[in-house]
């Protein structure tokens, strides 16, 4: 699950870093697009004039893949604090209507940073049907006086599964790709379901199976291929989009699919999820299709009572009250640029221990997310679960150019402690299942939350998981007892010990 924005991390560095040069090169390509009546309806609050002209070409080298443009047009601010590159504050949003057919708006925005003129695309919000165009928001901010508006076409995707209603917001488009170096078919082997997170910038393209690289390094130790006598591994790759409960209907269609019945009901599962992956992991899990065979699961930074960001991102203007101008200045790009979709809002929070509470609810419209604390209490294989969860303090440095995830981190913090317990995208009691007795909780020191997957001793103990879980299955179908196997004394000194919980009953 990655909600941060790769062109705001950029843009950010460039701010702190003078001379950083950042901006990827524009490509000259040559585009005709037609001009576009649109209205305006900016309402009471907006500050300036604006106006409209041809759209500039080159912007269309930041589109994202998978689009095809139909038209466009560029909006200026010609009077106000946005056209003043001192100004400082937010800015109301603009309502726009623009005719022509189009099914979404992408936004190419010039941003004046560290001495330099850098350019962030981003996804125009709530964009909906209204007669014959397209009804869309702009955060016209103090840094973005000019924007290239491109309303674009989706190209139709070809995945290898596509289930749901055509052209709904349930649709879901994914594969189960065995790992393409173990030919062996798979016969008595354990089945390893490796599930990815969320990917906002993933929303647009074109589903392609290859394109996640999230285990990219787990398939590189070596105690993975040592597993292949034992288990075979699948890739389970989607594009976001759909909310997470439809994606699972559609996963463990696809599985249980996968197999013939036989076989199907003759292996084990496990599930090893990144981020939402994990919830995706639990979710196909707990279909009545695979009860009495999942061996385990394996979740690594995976928000189990939900994202606290995720709901953040859908919080009302006055939740600037709680978490101050400057971080209300950046949740306000991340809702600019952050797609808005069913599967962003399913990964909402939970507010399993009133950290939100009712008040903060109501006044700054925070969702709770009821169907995954219902999901909670019904999970048949919690006690099954192994969560492994960086634990941070400070992301300063952490990556590359982590400024704008220690950001985010403060702002969290400033809305509720707990919040900036650990990284932006999952906090800790939500990465570590608080509440619940899980099979074995691993805290990992001065990890980020996509570093978690590139740690060797993370990756060994994950794979040791797999080993563990396999055994245990096999000693049960064989009603024998399975003789635990201790993790190597330089990987088990990596994790530290979580501290003794309670267990409530939400």
Not at 60 to 77: I, W
Not at 196 to 202: A, C, E, R, V
Not at 470 to 481: I, W
Request: glycine letters at 8%; a neutral charge; aromatic letters at 8%.
């Amino acid at each position: 699950m990655t909600l941060a924005s790769r062109q705001f991390t950029r843009w950010l560095a460039a701010v702190l870093i003078l001379g950083a040069g950042l901006a990827p090169a524009a490509r000259a390509q040559a585009v005709t697009l037609p001009r576009l009546e649109f209205s305006a309806n900016p309402g009471p609050e907006v500050i300036g004039d604006f106006a409209t002209s041809a759209v500039d070409p080159a912007s269309a080298s930041l589109l994202p893949e998978g689009v095809r443009v139909l038209g466009g047009f560029r909006l200026t601010r010609s009077a106000g604090p946005a056209s003043d590159p001192e100004a400082t504050g937010p800015l109301p949003e603009l309502s726009v209507l623009a005719r022509g057919a189009a099914s979404d708006v992408y936004v190419v925005a010039p941003i004046r940073a560290a001495g330099q003129t850098l350019r962030s695309g981003y996804w125009a919000r709530g964009a909906r049907r209204e007669g014959d165009g397209l009804r869309f928001e702009l955060a016209m901010t103090c840094f973005e006086p000019v924007q290239d508006v491109f309303l674009v076409e989706r190209m139709p995707a070809a995945p290898a599964s596509r289930v749901g209603t055509p052209g709904a917001e349930s649709e879901a488009e994914l594969a189960l790709v065995p790992d393409p170096q173990d030919l062996e078919p798979l016969g008595d082997r354990t089945v390893v379901i490796l599930a990815h997170g969320y990917s906002g910038s993933d929303v647009a393209p074109a589903f392609d199976p290859q394109r996640d690289t999230t285990f990219s390094k787990l398939a590189e130790m070596p105690a993975y291929r040592a597993l292949w006598p034992r288990a075979k591994f699948y890739r389970l790759a989607y594009r976001p989009g759909p909310s997470y409960p439809e994606l699972a209907k559609a996963a463990a269609s696809l599985i249980a699919g996968t197999f013939p019945r036989l076989q199907f009901h003759r292996n084990r599962f496990v599930f090893v999820g990144h981020s939402a992956g994990g919830l995706l992991g639990r979710l196909v899990a707990a279909d009545p299709r695979f009860w009495g065979r999942v061996a385990g699961i394996v979740t690594v930074a995976t928000p189990h009572h939900g994202s606290v960001t995720s709901s953040l991102l859908q919080a009302n203007a006055l939740v600037g009250r709680r978490i101050g101008l400057l971080n209300t200045l950046l949740l306000r790009h991340y809702q600019g640029t952050e797609p808005d979709t069913a599967g962003m809002r399913s990964l909402a929070f939970d507010d399993f221990d009133g950290s939100i509470g009712a008040e903060a609810i109501a006044l700054y419209g925070m969702p709770v997310n009821l169907w995954l604390r219902a999901f909670n209490v019904v999970d048949p294989h919690v006690s099954r679960i192994v969560a492994y969860q960086g634990v941070n303090r400070n992301l300063w440095g952490r990556g590359q150019f982590h400024v704008a995830a220690e950001l985010q981190r403060r702002a969290l913090e400033k809305f509720h402690p707990s919040w900036g317990s650990a990284d932006p995208i999952v906090h800790l009691p939500s990465g570590t299942f608080a509440g619940k007795e899980l099979a074995a909780v691993h805290l990992v020191p001065g990890r980020s939350h996509s570093e978690l997957m590139a740690d060797p001793a993370v990756l060994t103990s994950v794979l040791h998981d797999v080993e563990q879980f396999h055994r245990a299955a096999l000693a049960d179908e064989l009603h024998a007892q399975s003789e635990p196997v201790p993790l190597p004394a330089e990987v088990a000194s990596r994790f530290e010990a979580p501290e003794p919980r309670s267990v409530l009953s939400n």
